[in-house]
């Protein structure tokens, strides 16, 4: 192909509409409208979002049957002192529990916000990306606790 040819098929292409992306063969729009509201022929249910709510509750009630096993795995443990790795399991406990109630709490609140999207159907993509980027934020994973000298 001769370069002349190249830039006249470029040239062409630039010179063209570009094409709306169509799926499925939806019609194509103009885009979004002015409110930011998604707008087309996608569906969605409540039972859908209802149905993903209850898988993370069921999430949330095996962490809690975790941690009760956790604490009867702990029971009897006693007096730490003296015993350098009988405190570092503590440690250890501690943190895990700390960060399995924070995992259930986590759950519990995307379980909310999942069955409330499905209710309000009407909210926009930006605002339950918005519910999401929180939920992230107020449930940051933390530094390891565990295993880290302290001195002992």
Known sequence: ???????????????????????????????????????????????AWATAGEGIGSLRG????ALTQLDDGQAGLGEVTGCLSAAAQKDVYSSWKKYARSVGERCGTLQKLLEQAGNDQLATDEAVKGELDRLKQKYADTDAVGGQDRGR
């Open 62 to 65: 095996n962490i809690s049957t």
């Open 1 to 47: 192909m001769a370069w002349d040819e190249w830039e006249q098929i470029k040239a062409d292409v630039t010179g063209r509409q570009s094409v709306a992306m169509r799926l499925n063969q939806a019609p194509a729009e103009p885009g979004p409208s002015a409110d930011g509201a998604t707008t087309g022929t996608l569906k969605s249910s409540r039972k």
